[in-house]
Every structure is written in structure tokens, then in C-alpha cells.
């Protein structure tokens, strides 16, 4: 298995995980957005690796090669020069290190084939979590629709339920009696004031007429002439 399928093995089993627990959908989504960038991290560092594998390998394959042509020019010196023991030997170490060079030639392809893998495995990552990151902010808000959509109809059936309505209707009763009361308060004032006015009225009426009546004895009595002070006396 390559470090990408590892990595997405992982993040799907940290996401059963939060699921299974019933977790806030916020809370998962932020944190596979934060194991998605733990992610990129790790396939960066196994990329990273690789390609410097890949490097050293081709260095030892360039080096193999270039020992292959030295031992080939040397057998070819040998033999110009009739040494024919030398070119064998010389021919010898030139296989040994031809053996080796077709090794870190076939292992450098392989490193290098891998390398790629990554490569583009890690851009696909890369944009896996852009994506995510744009779509985390739409399902957060998704998902509190959602919430609020099931409070609102979880209201709605417990007002719907008989024992919420009669709590409205004893709760409608009740203010009904206090605005009847508040009304017989006011008319009981409405009277009192009345009646009030009704006295006050009648009270100037009979100190009109004891004026009359005093002014009229006063008058039969002869005392109308006498000083106010005298008056008081009588």
C-alpha cells in the first residue's frame, strides 16, 4: 500500500470514528481538514525522501557508467600496447561494474516511477484539502440550517400538542379577567368622581340659598345697617 492509500485509510477511519460517536458536524469537519493538512505533511516528507533516493541512485548509476567506460578504454589501451593479461582483467572489472550500473539503472526507473506517484499524489492531495476547505464553511452553514430547521419544527409540535394549547387558552383567561377587572376598577372611579362632583355641586347650591336666608333675617331683624364686626356679635 503507497503513502497516499495509507493516508486516505486514515482519515477514513478517523472520520468513522467521529461519526460513530455522534460528534458536531463543525468539529468533523474541521478536523478532517486538519488530518487532511497532517496528511500533506507526511506525503511531503515521504516525496521528499524519495526524490532524494532517486537522486542518489542516478548518481551511483552515472558513476557505474563512468567506470564502465573507464575499464573499457583502459582494456583497448592494454591491448594496443600487447598487454593482452591486462585488457582481460581490465574487461573483468569493466563487467563487474556494468552488472552494477544495469542495477541502479533498473532501481533508479523503479525509485523514479514511484517518485512520480508521489508527485502527483501529493498535487492530489494538495487539492483534496483546497476543496475541503472550501466546502467546510458551506456544509458548517448546511448543517446549522439543518439544526435550526429541527428546532423550529420541534417548537412547532410542542405547540401543536393539546396540554401547550390549553396552557395558552387558561393563559388567555386569565388575561381576559385582569382586563375585566381593570375596566370595573375604572368605571367604580368614574363614579366616585361623579358623585364627588355631584356633592360639590349641591353644596354651592345650599350656600347660596343660607346667604339668601341670612341676608333676608338680617333685613327683617333691621340689623342689614349694623358694621360687619356687630353682625358677628348678634
Do not use: C
Not at 31 to 48: G, H, I, N, S, W
Not at 105 to 118: G, I, P, R
Amino acid at each position: 500500500m503507497g503513502i497516499i492509500d495509507r493516508i486516505k485509510t486514515i482519515i477514513k477511519a478517523n472520520i468513522n470514528d467521529m461519526l460513530s460517536k455522534a460528534e458536531d458536524p463543525e468539529l468533523i469537519l474541521n478536523q478532517l481538514v486538519e488530518d487532511m493538512r497532517d496528511a500533506y505533511k507526511e506525503a511531503r516528507r515521504q516525496t521528499t525522501t524519495a526524490l532524494a533516493d532517486e537522486s542518489r541512485l542516478k548518481a551511483k548509476y552515472e558513476k557505474e557508467r563512468e567506470q564502465v567506460e573507464h575499464w573499457q578504454s583502459r582494456a583497448e589501451l592494454a591491448l594496443r600496447n600487447g598487454r593482452e593479461d591486462l585488457a582481460r582483467e581490465a574487461l573483468a572489472r569493466k563487467l563487474e561494474h556494468e552488472r552494477l550500473m544495469v542495477e541502479y539503472d533498473v532501481a533508479y526507473k523503479k525509485q523514479h516511477s514511484a517518485t512520480e506517484a508521489l508527485i502527483n499524489g501529493l498535487k492530489a492531495l494538495e487539492k483534496k484539502i483546497e476543496e475541503a476547505k472550501r466546502k467546510k464553511d458551506l456544509l458548517i452553514a448546511k448543517a446549522k440550517r439543518a439544526e435550526a430547521a429541527q428546532t423550529i419544527n420541534a417548537t412547532l409540535a410542542d405547540m401543536g400538542d393539546e396540554s401547550a394549547l390549553e396552557a395558552f387558552e387558561r393563559v388567555e383567561e386569565k388575561v381576559e379577567k385582569l382586563e375585566a377587572h381593570a375596566e370595573a376598577e375604572g368605571k367604580i372611579a368614574e363614579l366616585e368622581e361623579a358623585s364627588v362632583e355631584f356633592e360639590e355641586e349641591f353644596a354651592k347650591l345650599e350656600g347660596t340659598s343660607v346667604d339668601k336666608e341670612l341676608k333676608a333675617l338680617k333685613t327683617k331683624m333691621g340689623l342689614s345697617s349694623l358694621p360687619p364686626a356687630e353682625e358677628g356679635k348678634s
